[in-house]
């Protein structure tokens, strides 16, 4: 993990596709640079409530801001990076190898999170100090 970098993430433009009845977005063909496994959202997430707070092995992330706002902290060991995600036609491409942390949600957010595999507990990395062991 010790080559992955802050400067890995990526933000990516989703199509727009404007109609006075309302605008669409897509996610399709190689969008990502992955297929997806597992597709969740947070949502109700209350006021000064955090989520994240850890890293994985082998998993890629894909995060949109569908609705509201928040912000997504990074840090690889060395450089912390802080991106506000608000629009839902912008995602944001997370590696592996990067701990994250998803703050200042407001009211009525919603985080959308297309990853690159199922759930496997063997892939976080829970604990900040074990994190940074890791990427020495």
Known sequence: MKETTVQN???IQLPR???PRGNLSVIEGNTLPYDIKRVY???????GAERGGHAHKNL???LIAISGSFDVVFH???TEKKIMLNRPNQGL???QGLWRELKNFSSGAVCLVIASDV???????????AFL????
């Open 9 to 11: 993430i990526s933000l």
């Open 17 to 19: 596709i404007e109609d």
């Open 41 to 47: 959202y947070l949502y109700d997430v209350p006021s």
């Open 60 to 62: 890629q992330q894909f």
């Open 76 to 78: 690889d060991g060395i």
């Open 93 to 95: 491409l997370i590696p």
């Open 119 to 129: 759930f496997k507990e063997e892939d976080y990395i829970r604990d900040f100090d």
């Open 133 to 136: 062991e890791s990427k020495k």
